[in-house]
């Protein structure tokens, strides 16, 4: 009985648990519901297809398309998006829409949150680009959103992978979004250069590329921020160019020179590398020495001269040639060109060099002295002329002054060209040698004796002649006597009448009639002589005056009155 009991509860437990395998296999056959998103497990690839189990009495299959080229393995768990249990091939699936499903929550709580979602650039769109955030998601990227610098080349972006913020979402159902991509960029450069700042110190070596020139240097990418390699900073020599020196897109070995983190500001460099060439300069140059160097850059002012690497002079236009006067460095030196100087001083602390070309030579004017005395008579070219005078070539880089006073005695010049042009060969003598003040005079008019003191001689105040009108003025009319001098009638003495106006008695001369005058006064130092005509007449009164009492006194020694005289 027992033994039959026993059989029988074996038969009853073998029987219920065949019908819970049943229960749990037609559980198992159920399918799952339409329009939800289920996990389908990999059972076979094909060429075409991706076949996989989810759950349905057939397995379903999905296009190798939509896996974008990354293909799962068999075994592989995939979601899907069940479109239809019953489709024409077994139930219809699509993980794109699954994807998109699950894409767009993401999208939707990046929003929130403010976090960064992943993206590729696929394409170029008016303004902007084409982002494919996964999902068949497609977002609007704006160009100025586009990178943290210019875009030069907008399809230099196209196929870039990035992290991109979700700047707008018009709808949680339609793929209308807006991202942002420079952002992202810049808040990754501000986490590097903060970590930058954080970890290099002044004098640490750093690695960067050459992102871009300009005048006064070059930027280098350091990681998505940038230092300045300063022109100055490339080399302890002369820099011209900055891309003598650097290439764009050169990867380089810099040291930090500056760090300014409030400014965000990071000095490079490269000469630093080297030791500087001013610690040793006194050790190999000295005032008075005489160096060679070439000319390596020229200015309004003068020219530089490198001694060596790092080591530049000035010579100042001044200190070119002891005799020239030179307009523009250029008209001495070319750049390139090997010169020999004299270093005049220099300031280590400032780094410059005072040198001077001229004082490898010798200075012609210590000399100059014994070679033009004054009262040497020499030949020379007209080689300048001005208002006050004439320049005189009297060998090369050596020019005498002729003053417009000094070219006649008796003539009045009042500019020079009237009486010389440029390139005229004339004699001169010297009459004042300054070699201190580098300076020599000389004229023309002292070649001859002063006619001044000949007229002096000739004719003393109180003397009269016979002179020719040569130009009449409104303060009197000017009178050349026979030897050339000329003198002026003062318009006060031009009538023995003093009632008469100067304007009536002046009608009654003309250029180049001749007149008889009184001479006044000569000043030789000035070389100026004042004739009068109403004293011309009153000279002329009384000497016949006394020529009459003299013929009177020979014919009768009777005495005769003033009246009587006056009166005959």
Not at 322 to 348: C, F, H, Q, R
Not at 368 to 378: M, S
Request: proline share 3%.
């Amino acid at each position: 009985m027992e033994e039959m009991e026993v059989e029988k509860e074996e038969a009853l437990n073998s029987k219920s648990a065949i019908q819970t395998q049943l229960e749990e296999s037609l559980n198992n056959l159920s399918n799952p519901e339409e329009g939800q998103i289920v996990e389908g497990e990999v059972i076979s690839i094909s060429e075409d297809y991706v076949f996989l189990d989810v759950g349905c009495k057939s397995e379903g299959r999905l296009p190798v398309a939509e896996f974008a080229g990354d293909l799962p393995n068999v075994g592989d768990k995939v979601s899907v998006f069940l479109v239809k249990v019953f489709g024409r091939n077994g139930p219809e699936i699509s993980k794109t829409k699954a994807d998109a499903k699950r894409m767009w929550k993401d999208v939707a709580q990046s929003f929130k949150d403010k976090t960064p979602v992943a993206g590729t650039i696929t394409k170029i769109v008016k303004g902007g680009y084409d982002v494919n955030l996964g999902g068949d998601i497609h977002a609007f990227l704006p160009i100025s959103q586009s990178d943290s610098q210019k875009v030069e080349k907008a399809e230099s972006l196209i196929g870039l992978k990035s992290q991109f913020y979700i700047e707008r979402l018009y709808s949680d159902n339609k793929a209308n979004v807006v991202v942002n991509r420079r952002k992202y960029l810049e808040e990754e450069i501000d986490a590097k250069r903060d970590a930058f700042f954080n970890d290099v110190k002044i004098g640490d070596t750093v690695k960067g590329t050459v992102k871009s020139f300009t005048s006064f240097g070059a930027f280098i990418d350091l990681g998505g921020f940038d230092g300045l390699l300063h022109i100055n900073d490339m080399s302890w020599g002369h820099v011209a160019r900055p891309k003598d020196f650097v290439k764009k897109g050169q990867e380089i070995e810099l040291k930090v020179i500056r760090l300014d983190p409030a400014e965000k500001r990071i000095n490079l460099s490269l000469k630093h590398f080297t030791e500087d060439p001013w610690i040793h300069f006194e050790e190999k140059y000295h005032v008075e020495d005489k160096v060679k160097g070439k000319v390596t850059k020229l200015t309004d002012f003068g020219a530089f001269i490198e001694l060596e690497e790092g080591i530049e002079g000035l010579v100042h236009i001044s200190e070119f040639s002891w005799t020239k006067k030179i307009n523009k460095p250029s008209d001495m030196v070319n750049v390139g060109d090997e010169v020999e100087a004299m270093i005049l001083g220099y300031d280590i602390q400032a780094g410059r060099v005072s040198l001077g070309i001229k004082q490898v030579t010798a200075n012609p004017w210590d000399s100059i002295g014994d070679k033009y005395p004054v009262g040497t008579k020499v030949k020379g070219k007209v080689v300048k002329l001005t208002n006050a005078g004439a320049f005189i070539q009297l060998e090369e880089g050596i020019d005498g002054f002729l003053h417009a006073d000094d070219i006649s005695w008796t003539k009045k010049v009042k500019h020079p060209g009237s009486e010389l042009t440029v390139d005229q060969e004339i004699e001169v003598v010297v009459i004042e040698c300054d070699t201190e003040a580098h300076r020599i005079k000389v004229g023309i008019k002292q070649l001859t004796d002063d006619p001044w003191k000949q007229f002096a001689e000739e004719y003393k105040p109180g003397s009269t002649l016979e002179g020719e009108v040569t130009s009449i003025t409104d303060f009197g009319i000017f009178v050349k006597a026979p030897n050339g001098i000329e003198g002026l009638v003062n318009k006060a003495n031009l009538s023995e009448d003093r009632d008469t106006p100067f304007e009536e008695a002046v009608k009654k001369y003309n250029v180049g009639d001749k007149i008889n005058v009184f001479v006044v006064e000569v000043n030789v130092e000035k070389g100026k002589v004042a004739f009068s005509v109403r004293e011309f007449k009153k000279k002329q009164q009384r000497d016949e005056i006394s020529q009459y009492m003299a013929q009177s006194n020979n014919e009768d020694d009777g005495a005769f009155t003033i009246g009587e005289l006056l009166k005959k």
